[in-house]
Nanobody, 125 residues
């Protein structure tokens, strides 16, 4: 198992940028595909982006395509989410998650094995 710790959240004006980081403990980070989810108050947890084990493929929800970029550095046991052109509707707690198996889907929270504690992102208008 890996333990995941997110950082990099904060308050930013609309149109601004933030980079989230998710640091993983343990020596098996490259056995995990990684994802980012977010949850706004009163809403369900929502898929944002995912990246495969080697980083060769990435997946995004439509609302963030062209604005967010997921990447990973397996040597540093870290996955990143670069968020540009932020909008107030991006405000949420952002969680990173890891999974060791693949079932053909990327956007279901239930298929991820490990979760971080979350980091708050607030975008002001």
């Amino acid at each position: 198992q890996v333990q995941l710790v997110e950082s990099g959240g904060g308050l930013v004006q609309a149109g601004g940028s933030l980079r989230l980081s998710c640091a993983a403990s343990g020596r098996t980070f490259n056995n995990y595909a990684m994802g980012w989810f977010r949850q706004a108050p009163g809403k369900e947890r929502e898929f944002v982006a995912a990246i495969t084990w080697s980083g060769g493929y990435t997946y995004y929800t439509d609302s963030v395509k062209g604005r967010f970029t997921i990447s990973r550095d397996n040597a540093k046991n870290t996955v990143y989410l670069q968020m540009n052109s932020l909008k107030p509707e991006d405000t949420a707690v952002y969680y990173c998650a890891g999974r060791r198996t693949y079932d053909g889907t990327w956007n279901r929270p239930g298929v991820y094995d490990q979760w971080g504690q979350g980091t708050q992102v607030t975008v002001s208008s």
